[in-house]
């Protein structure tokens, strides 16, 4: 599947968004998220780009907070549980790289846990192409100096629990809650923070095929069982209680195979999120102002992606297995073709050309008559032998008038047989 991309991602796109629902194979899993993502065209249209972002010094404001948050991100996973180990210092050049490839952008804390998931199964320049592209394409604005998007979407958020659990909704209004206190870290972190490790790779596949609505459906199951009951609102009299609720998740919510099997079945698609997505955006605007982040439109997931970024493979030039003469007939056509005209008259210019200078030769074939015609030139050549055996030993030029008819009634016989052999 991943040695013919473009062919699965044109015709069965289906078929791969069932294998990632399924799980990938632990051993493609870093391929695969670099063809779904498009972080493997993005190298392929960059290269040398991270050695050189990799060698350049980085501005200092963002390399003291880079090396502070190192120790942060999976303290006990193999990779980054040593200071100054290999995996610290490949999140220290991913980070310090993103900072210099975008420097309007710098560097935001939620980008950390980001790059250490994409360096437990890939390379360092590849996990730093992979988080371009969730930066840029699948989550575009979320880490800006002011945070707008996040903000946004967590409105969004809130206007589809709405119709996901009426419940929840209407308890977080009464409590007035705003979404950014719990689904900050949910969204920015990709769940990196909340779920278990094996939920966090089922979403992240999910994520990387079909884009950012993976993330509304796992807050909105996450909100939907956690507050979505009569029963569960009994411990959450307050807004304290409340967000304790939505910290401190029942691990069976977060259990692999539940909180995938009802994100699946989560009716959210990109429409209806779009679609919020404009009426949020007009309240913004009444109430706010316009967005300070221009940042750019968010393509949901690796088909969005690969249209708006075709791989850039050279184009295959069309070779026929089957080569016809420019003036030969196709197959199945009706009636005779004739000649081109350049051609004939080519043939006539030739003709009266040798019947000037008295050459007695037969006209020229259709062959040569092609070659002069493509040639630009109406000469006949110099040294064409005659085709005749009976005139191999022709007379002088004096005895040329007396065997003129003669030569005429050849020369039309042999024009009339060349183009009955034509036709």
């Known amino acids: 599947m991943l040695n013919n991309w473009d062919k699965w991602m044109a015709k069965k796109h289906k078929k791969i968004r069932l294998r990632c629902q399924k799980g990938i194979p632990p051993s493609l899993r870093g391929r695969a998220w670099q063809y779904l993502s498009g972080g493997k065209v993005k190298l392929q249209q960059n290269p040398g780009k991270f050695d050189e972002l990799d060698m350049s010094p980085g501005d200092p404001k963002w390399l003291d907070v880079i090396e502070r948050d190192l120790h942060r991100q999976f303290p006990f996973h193999e990779m980054f549980v040593s200071r ?93 809650i705003d979404p950014l206190l719990y689904m900050t870290e949910w969204f920015m972190c990709a769940f990196a923070r909340t779920l278990p490790w094996s939920s966090v790779l089922r979403v992240w596949d999910m994520f990387f095929c079909e884009g950012v609505k993976i993330i509304f459906r796992v807050g909105l199951v996450l909100l939907k069982h956690a507050l979505g009951s009569p029963e569960k609102l009994k411990a959450c009299q307050g807004q304290y209680e409340t967000i304790e609720q939505l910290r401190s998740l029942s691990p069976k919510i977060m259990q692999e195979a539940f909180l995938v099997q009802e994100v699946v079945e989560l009716p959210v698609t990109e429409r209806q999120i779009e679609r919020e997505h404009l009426i949020q955006l007009r309240r913004w605007q009444e109430t706010r102002g316009e967005l300070q982040c221009n940042s750019p439109p968010r393509l949901h997931g690796a088909k969005a992606i690969l249209e708006a970024e075709p791989c850039p493979w050279p184009t295959l030039q069309p070779s026929p297995s089957i080569r016809l003469p420019p003036d030969a007939p196709l197959p199945g056509s009706k009636g005779k073709v004739k000649p081109p005209k350049q051609i004939q008259k080519a043939q006539k210019e030739q003709q009266k050309q040798a019947k000037a200078r008295g050459q007695l030769d037969e006209p020229p074939t259709l062959s040569q008559a092609k070659a002069v015609a493509a040639a630009g030139d109406a000469r006949p050549p110099q040294d064409m032998p005659p085709k005749d055996p009976d005139h191999q030993d022709s007379a002088p030029q004096d005895s040329a008038p007396q065997d003129l008819a003669h030569h005429r009634s050849r020369e039309s016989l042999t024009s009339q047989e060349s183009e009955d052999t034509y036709l």
């Open 84 to 176: 100054g180990g290999h995996g610290q210092q490949d999140l220290f050049r991913v980070l310090k790289a993103y900072t210099l490839y975008r420097p309007e952008e710098g560097y935001c804390q939620a980008q950390a846990p980001i790059a250490a998931v994409l360096l437990m199964h890939m390379p360092a320049e590849q996990a730093f192409w992979c988080l371009v592209q969730i930066c840029e394409k699948y989550l575009p604005g979320y880490y800006s100096e002011k945070l707008e998007a996040i903000q946004l979407d967590g409105e969004i958020l809130f206007s589809l629990l709405q119709k996901v659990s009426p419940v929840a909704h209407k308890h977080l209004s009464q409590q007035k």
